[in-house]
């Protein structure tokens, strides 16, 4: 099976950020590659700042803060990633744009590292099928917030070998995470089953049937659930949320996939949730 001990990151947004200290924390190295020095730099600030809480609550101590940091390279050049034994891709949920990255980091990394991609809904096989080893991609779909998150969804493409599965699905345990393998399939186990619900809150609220505040109240005291489905779309952005409601709706064709208007309208307002401020709830400070 393969040896991981270095991981390549693509992004270095909150999900690359979040995929960066898992690895870190397991002993990897992490090498963080973002489109400038500026945003490799920041995010490597925010994450000393996020370590330093952690430090400041008795999570942590400063010696482990320290080990963590000094195992996170930040670099704006993709040939940085040459070495990598595992390249995790976590950017924009853009079919194009991916394959893109995928087919130059083909041409990049060593010839026997496996090219995983973060995609939460998109078909992997088309970014396999981009390289000249689409037996060693695969999906490895963390969540967010990455740190927190205890679920992988280890993602089988059809071309995907069983030692690549093998070596990712290591890799995860090794980060404390629950690992579940999944068919490529869109939305994979949890996206196919919370969007359709997500979608369907939207609905309600547009019917009259109920406020947003009390749907959440409801299904948080109905259901158990930590967060109603409002603050969830919130969190993870109504961008992100459309976009992953059309790639479900364009496999199934399921109604219940179909982004409720009121979504595409505010993401046209740029109403995005919590990384614009304002959502279905106000953030601004």
């Not at 397991?26 to 963080?32: F, K, M, N, R």
């Not at 699905?169 to 090794?174: D, K, Y």
């Not at 994979?188 to 979608?199: G, R, S």
Request: with cysteine; proline share 4%.
């Amino acid at each position: 099976m393969t040896e991981i001990t270095t991981v390549g990151i693509l992004g270095s947004g909150i999900m690359g950020a979040g995929l960066a200290e898992v690895a870190a924390r397991a002993g990897y190295t992490a090498i963080v590659r973002s489109r400038s020095h500026e945003a490799a730099d920041a995010m490597v600030q925010a994450m000393a700042k996020s370590l330093a809480k952690q430090v400041e609550k008795g999570k942590l101590d400063g010696d482990e803060r320290d080990a963590i940091l000094g195992r996170v390279i930040a670099t704006s050049h993709l040939g940085d990633l040459v070495d990598c034994d595992l390249v995790i891709e976590s950017v924009v949920e853009d079919l194009s744009i991916k394959k893109q990255l995928f087919a130059e980091l083909d041409s990049v990394v060593k010839p026997d590292a496996i090219l995983a991609s973060n995609t939460s809904t998109l078909p992997v096989v088309e970014l396999a099928m981009v390289t000249q080893r689409p037996d060693r991609v695969c999906g490895v779909h963390f969540f967010n917030p990455a740190p927190m998150m205890k679920l992988v969804e280890i993602v089988r493409p059809l071309t995907a070998s069983d030692e690549t599965i093998a070596a990712v699905t290591e890799f995860a345990v090794q980060c404390g995470k629950d690992a579940v393998e999944v068919k490529d399939q869109a939305g994979f186990i949890v996206n196919a089953l919370l969007f359709p619900y997500l979608n369907n809150a939207v609905r309600l609220a547009d019917q009259g049937v109920a406020s947003i505040a009390d749907i959440d109240t409801a299904m948080k005291g109905g259901c158990n659930f930590p967060m109603g489905p409002f603050a969830l779309l919130d969190l993870v952005g109504l961008d992100t949320s459309v976009a992953i409601l059309d790639a479900l709706y364009a496999e199934v064709r399921d109604p219940n996939y179909a982004a409720v208007p009121t979504l595409r309208r505010m993401v046209a307002a740029g109403r995005l949730g919590r990384k614009s401020g304002h959502g279905f709830f106000d953030y601004a400070r």
